[in-house]
Structure formats: structure tokens, C-alpha cells
């Protein structure tokens, strides 16, 4: 074989969501759009805010093409991480600058590069907690390290730190975590953040080399009634990918970036390794005219309060049907306890209904299903009485 | 060391383009824009076509903001990739399909993309040709594979198949070429690739395996007065690599494709190899509003006569001073002979009358400099002078 195995393994092998997002427009044409309650995809369904298309037409008119349409620095305009770092700043009283930025082409983006810039031997080994968003496992193969897991803690969605501390060993890079979390909608507390951060300082004592936090964070503005604690102000040893897919609704325009702060570990080499290695990713630099948009629509999101009313619905009224449900206090997504063990079964049957949710087992927590609440209000209101029709099945 | 050395390498050496661009910024300060005569960066010097700004204004006031910038599928929206079908097939009467293109951020992630999908083992190579882009080193060992260099012909900038033969092993992969040439601007004649396929096409037989012309053209239709030939017409193991970034003037907006031809071997399977690279390296999707923008916009290029004009001027300036220059035939650099063996020491030699060009040795082609002429063509004509005054310093 002259190709790539492992690549075509990647290419070929469509992911679940995937395929189950494209049974869905199948059975959408055979029994009517209106009939089918996909909630596969985690696709923003609120509009992206008014300034956004404003300032994508301003911009057109005011600057001239070369500069608006023109290669940017790799690192990515010096005024867009000016406003990154003045955002944060005055919305989490840190005290970053320019330099500690590095724009991206989305969160995939931004965690790719960590990944890339952090690992050195094929021993090296990343962890991340399950539940987890499985493309985390093909960006640290593709990075050249192990991925290796922690079990959920299905009581609370937040860390199991006696798993965590075992899965700790010499050759640990970094630990990823998601909060707002995909999939399950739980936010870490700031006593979950204070004690991994405790844990990571004495186990990167121990064995005398920095242990990272990767704190991937799309969803940070998508939060109801919590703070989301700034890791930053926790752990030094953190790199902060960031993404405004969700929070300005722009997942298709790859627009992210990276955080090394300054009280990171030889913090100006590793700001270096994550420019080196956007470069060996073949990035060049970040989308040059949404570089420009986000400088001017920072702040801004979309009507977060939509998804606040779809989380509503649709966990009362599952909740009410009998169904064991997370409540999430941030992201689109809920998490339900599948009615058998199966989850993979259990997401079979209920196509049955019309009704498309994820099995977990990819995300590394059988057993449970997503539901991706990025919909249509209306959409959520008429699949009650399927949900119901599925619960009885199995009383 | 916890951070990742060839990372850092790469994020803290600075190019000699990106070195000199920044000197010439700080000379600029020094002694006024206008006596520094910059030629350093391939960043076009002409505007996007109007279209496309139009464009841009009238997706967002027509399409819904979840349409116009949610993702697309991860090979590229369909009505994207059959305009970009229809308009090879219409303008090189070729027979490509939608299903052919896989939609990327431009000619890096092309490439880097290709490397990696035929990359098997590292013992693999991919071979180059001086003079040559030299990023293609990157991305290729990015892509765990070897680059290897063929010489250049210093006199045609064609091909010098004996030393391409010679440097064919069991282990080569592909051949990356690319007309019209950065930095030489030579155009690969109809002879040259009906000689390179006849070669390739003997050794792939020789060694049981194709082995594949990787075309990077990102400099097509910059072309003065010649044909470009269209390289699948020649040789079924093509993959082409384009980008928009100088046909549009859009080189931070970073979009792009890799045509994998049905007629290729394995086709399908290889075309899974790119989709699955696309993945591993986190590009996602094409970014999704300039997806859009190239279904409308295709066909259309920013005004290369101006770029023909500033060829003229600059050639004719410098061969009559009697420098020796290859008279480009495509893409935005002359390429001029060194007056003196060592064209490190020729580049500095220049600056000091602040002419900045650069040394063709990271091109694999020591004792030549690049002149990128997509600049305003006022300076080249005011740095006639200087170039003289440089000349006169050797007699």
C-alpha cells in the first residue's frame, strides 16, 4: 500500500455523529422534515450577532484589499491580540499582553498546536477526562503522543482525582480539560480547578517536569447562573485554546486562538514551539479579515438565552418522563442515562422514534447518550411525546 | 527539555524573507518609506478583483448567518467544489467532478495535507526541485518523510531529468513541482512534463508503486504570454494543489484545494488519505463565507498586467545595467544571478544601498536572489538607480 493507512483509517471511517446527522436527512426526506428530532450535530443554531455581517461589510468598504485580505504576521495581527488580551483582562482581571497570543484557525486548531508543541517522544502521554470530544484522541495521535483516559464521574460531570493521580506518570505532557463541557454540559467548579491544580503542582514536583493544563474553552461564554473560573489564575502551567465557533456562531470561518501566559514555564520557548508548530501544521497564519471582525466584535455573542430556554424544555421535560438527565450548566448539549446499558443499542432504538441522539461510547462514557440542543425550540417541544413513546418501550 | 525542540526550532528562527522584511521595516523608519527598496515578500501588490468585495456584501445580506458561516461539510460545500469543476473543465476540457476537490486553507494546507496522506513510513521521500519554495522542506518533514533535492538548471529553470533519475529510489513517494516557479518564475514547458511523466511513469513501473506529481500552483494564471500545461493531462498520479492567495489577492483569507483525479491509482482510497490528513492536521473545514466566495468569484483574477508591467520595467532596467536575470514567464520574482559566487554576501552587499532582496540559498539555488516584483511600480523605477550604484561597486 502506498498510501497512508492510518490517514485513509481517518478518512474513511466517518465519525458517528456524522452518520448519524446523514441517516437523519435521509429519513428527513422519506417521512418529512417536521417528523424527524435530530439532535446530532453541535452546529450553533442561533445567528451569529448583527455586528459580525456589519463589520464584515464595513470592512469591505474602509480598508483597502491588500490590507484586508493580505497575509497577517503568523502570530496574527498585533491590534486583534491587543483586544484579545484587553478583553480578558477586563473580564477576568488578568494581566495579559499582545505577545501572549497566538491566533488560530479555530479550537481543533489551537489544540493541535498545543499538542504538537508539547510532545517530544513517542512515550510522551496526554490525558484527558471522559466524557471527552473524541477528535481529542486523533489530534494527539496525529501529534505523535498517547491519549490516555480518565473515567467519568457520572454523579457530578466533574474530576474523579483518585483516577486522575493514578494515570499520572513521568512522561504525562498535559491534561486536557473542556468546561464548559462537550458532552455533558457540566461546568468545573472552582474547587474542581483549585484541586487539579494541586494535584498537577505536586505531581509536576515529583517528578520534575511541568505537568500543562490544556483548558479548552469554546464554550465559555455558553453558561447559565455560574462563573466559569479563568484557569489561568489557578495553575501558571496552562495554555488556554479558545474558539469563537460558539460564542459568536462562526463555526465554519476557523477562528480561534492560543493563551501562553507569561507565568508559564520558560513561557517565551514555549510561545515559540506553538508558533513552530502552526507553522509545521502547514497554518500560515489565521483568516486575515475575521482576524479584523473579531478585533471589532469582541464581547459580543449570540442570543445565549435561546439555548438557555431549549435546556429548559427539553430537561423538564424529559425529566418529567421518568429520564435520568445531568442538568447542564453550560454548552448545548444534555446528558441522559440510556435506558439499557447499551448506549449504542439504546441510540438504535430511538431512530426508531425519529429521534437521533449520540451514543457516548465515543466520547468515553458508555452507558449515557448526548442530546445536542442547538435546535430548533419548536423542534424540541414536538419530540416530547416521542421521548415519551421511548421511555414506555422500555418500562 | 519539556517543550518540543524542532517546534521551537522553527517557531524562534525566523525566515531570511520574514528577517529581511523586518529590517527593512526598521531601515524605513531610519530613512524615509520611499529610499528603501524592499523586494523581499511574495505578498500580491494588486487588489481582489471588486467582485469579490461585492460578493462578500451580498452573502451577508442574502444568506442566512447559520448558511453562510456554519460549517461545511469537512471535504467543502458541493456547490464549491463542482464551480471549481466546471470552470477546470470549461478552461482545460478536462472531466472532473465535484467528488475530485477537497476543499482546504490554501496551497500550505494543500501540501502539508498530500505529504502526509502518502507518507508511509520515514523512510519515504519526496523529492523537490532547486530552485524551490522552501516551506516544502517543513511541511515534507512535518509529514515524517525525506526531502530530497534535484539540482537546479540555472539555465532554462526546466528540469534536469538526469539528476531527477538518479535521485528516484524505491522510496520515493512524490515529486513536488511548481509552475509557474517561486522564486525563479520559469513555466515548466509542455516538453518538460510530457518528459517528467515519461520518467515517472518508467520508474513507478521499475519499482511497483506510482509515484505521484505533486503540482503546486498557487501562481497559474500569473502567467505572461505562455501556456501553463494543465499537468493530469499528462500523468493519471497527479495531485494538484491550488490556492487563491494570488489568482483573488486573498492570501490570508487561506482557501484553496487538492484535486485528487479520478484516473489516479487507488483513486477513491487516496482521496479518503487527504479527507483523513485534512482531519489529523485539525483543519476542519474550509473557512465557510470564502467557500462561498469562490463559487461566484471563480474565473476572476486581480489585474496581472499590472504585475507583467512591473516584470518589464524591472527586467529590462537590470539586464540593460547588465545584470543577468531568467526573464520570468509567470508568478511575481525575477530571478538574478549574484555578483558574486556567494549570494548571502550579495543580499548584504545590497542593502547597503537599501535594496532588499533575497539570497536564493534556503531556495536550494545558492549564487542567485529573488526579486519579488509584486510591489508598486514607482519604487521599482526609483531603484534603478541604486541597483546601478550597486553594479558599479563589482566592476
Known amino acids: 500500500m502506498y498510501i497512508n493507512e492510518e490517514m485513509y483509517g481517518l478518512g474513511s471511517c466517518r465519525s458517528v455523529i456524522r452518520e448519524l446527522f446523514e441517516y437523519g436527512k435521509k429519513r428527513a426526506m422519506e417521512v418529512g422534515r417536521e417528523n424527524v428530532y435530530d439532535f446530532s450535530l453541535g452546529n450553533p443554531s442561533i445567528p451569529a450577532p448583527d455586528i459580525v455581517n456589519e463589520t464584515i461589510r464595513s470592512l469591505t468598504q474602509e480598508l483597502d484589499s ?30 495579559f499582553t499582545a505577545d501572549n497570543f497566538y491566533m488560530t484557525m479555530g479550537a481543533a486548531a489551537s489544540l493541535s498546536i498545543c499538542f504538537k508543541a508539547l510532545t517530544c517522544t513517542p512515550d510522551d502521554e496526554i490525558i484527558v477526562i471522559a466524557p471527552f470530544f473524541p477528535e481529542y484522541n486523533v489530534f494527539i495521535k496525529a501529534a505523535g503522543a498517547k491519549c490516555v483516559v480518565v473515567p467519568a464521574d457520572t454523579e457530578n460531570f466533574q474530576i474523579r482525582f483518585d483516577e486522575l493521580s493514578s494515570r499520572i506518570t513521568k512522561n504525562t505532557k498535559a491534561v486536557v480539560i473542556n468546561s464548559p463541557n462537550n458532552p455533558s454540559g457540566a461546568v468545573y467548579s472552582e474547587d474542581t480547578i483549585k484541586k487539579l491544580a494541586s494535584v498537577l503542582s505536586e505531581k509536576s514536583k515529583e517528578f520534575g517536569n511541568p505537568i500543562f493544563i490544556i483548558a479548552d474553552e469554546p464554550y465559555r461564554e ?4 455560574v462563573d466559569v473560573p479563568f484557569v489561568t489564575k489557578y495553575y501558571d502551567n ?29 513561557s517565551d520557548k514555549l510561545y515559540a514551539a506553538v508558533a513552530g508548530a502552526g507553522r509545521a501544521l502547514g497554518y500560515v497564519c489565521a483568516p486575515s479579515m475575521f ?13 445565549v438565552d435561546a439555548y438557555r430556554q431549549n435546556r429548559d424544555i427539553l430537561y423538564n421535560g424529559l425529566t418529567k418522563i421518568g429520564y435520568h438527565c445531568y442538568k447542564p450548566e453550560g ?3 444534555l446528558f441522559v442515562k440510556a435506558l439499557e446499558e447499551n448506549s449504542d443499542a439504546f441510540s438504535e432504538k430511538a431512530k426508531e422514534e425519529d429521534i437521533l441522539v449520540v451514543s457516548a461510547t465515543g466520547f468515553g462514557c458508555p452507558g449515557w447518550v448526548r442530546i445536542s440542543y442547538c435546535v430548533d425550540k419548536n423542534m424540541i417541544e414536538r419530540s416530547l411525546p416521542a421521548f415519551e413513546r421511548l421511555y414506555k418501550k422500555y418500562e
Chains 1, 2 share one sequence.
Open 238 to 266: 496552562t495554555l488556554v485554546c479558545y474558539s469563537y465557533s460558539k460564542s459568536l456562531s462562526l463555526p465554519g470561518e476557523r477562528i480561534g486562538w492560543v493563551l501562553v501566559p507569561k507565568a508559564a514555564e520558560s
Open 222 to 225: 455558553i453558561a447559565y447562573d
Open 291 to 303: 482576524q479584523k471582525v473579531i478585533t471589532k466584535c469582541i464581547g459580543n455573542t449570540g442570543d
Open 66 to 95: 491588500l490590507s484586508l485580505h493580505g497575509y497577517t504576521s503568523a502570530q496574527g495581527d498585533q491590534e486583534t491580540r491587543q483586544a484579545v488580551a484587553d478583553y480578558l483582562n477586563k473580564t477576568h482581571g488578568t494581566d
Open 331 to 333: 454548552a448545548f448539549y
